[in-house]
């Protein structure tokens, strides 16, 4: 028997990882320069590549994820397109079978800087498994993992956070989550901090 997971809604890309303090620097210098509002309009323009410098979302040397977040609603239908279940995940608790929280903790060096990177856009992740056909779908063997991310600089100042449900567990077994991009909208939201100095907050 086949099953279909879909979680429809926001979802996050994080990106966490290392930038030279020089290259914060050049880049300040550029957005002054350029009369820019704040980083987040540098890294939409071909700045980066003029100063030969690579994308915030390739700085990644961290941790790098995707996945829906808090705003979304999972989906479950079988094999006949039939819903089996219909709920937001705000409405879960984190005390059921259903939702389980992981939390993963970063901290940059004194040497760089740290870099948290956040774009929320709409979509729709998805997942199908097999389950016995003589068993049937069981809800309580199905869970959803949160997983935290919390990023702080060298000198331990709190830099940011980020959420995704990135896996499905059903009977034991761990199952990601992917982006059906057909159905990705062209709405983004991005924050960019830099240690604890936040560089914008961009809206395209």
Same mark, same amino acid.
């Given at each position: ?27 300040? %210098? ?8 704040? !980083? ?44 089996? !279940? ?79 449900? %990135? ?18 909208? %062209? ?8 240690? %604890? ?8």
């Amino acid at each position: 028997m086949e099953i279909t997971i879909e979680v429809k809604g926001y979802g996050n890309e994080i990106v966490i990882g290392t930038i030279a303090k020089d290259e914060v620097k050049q880049i300040n %210098d550029y957005v002054v320069e350029h009369d820019m509002v704040d !980083f987040g309009e540098f890294y939409l323009s071909d700045g980066y590549d003029e100063l030969g410098f690579t994308s915030w979302w390739e700085k990644d040397d961290l941790r790098h994820a995707y996945g829906p977040n808090d705003e979304s609603t999972i989906i479950i239908k079988d094999e006949n397109d039939d819903i089996l !279940f219909d709920d937001a995940i705000e409405n879960l608790s984190d005390e059921t079978p259903l939702y389980r929280v992981e939390v993963e903790k970063f901290k940059g060096n004194l040497n760089d800087e740290i870099l948290f990177g956040r774009a929320t856009e709409k979509g729709v992740w998805y997942v199908t498994i097999e389950v016995d056909d003589n068993e049937g779908f069981n809800i309580e063997k199905l869970g959803i993992v949160k997983r935290i991310f919390e990023v702080y600089s060298g000198d331990n100042e709190y830099v940011g956070d980020g959420v995704v449900f %990135d896996k499905i567990t059903y009977d034991g077994n761990k199952y990601d989550l992917e982006l059906d991009s057909s159905y990705t909208e %062209d709405f983004m939201l991005m924050y960019l901090t830099i240690n %604890d100095k936040n560089y914008g907050i961009k809206r395209f």
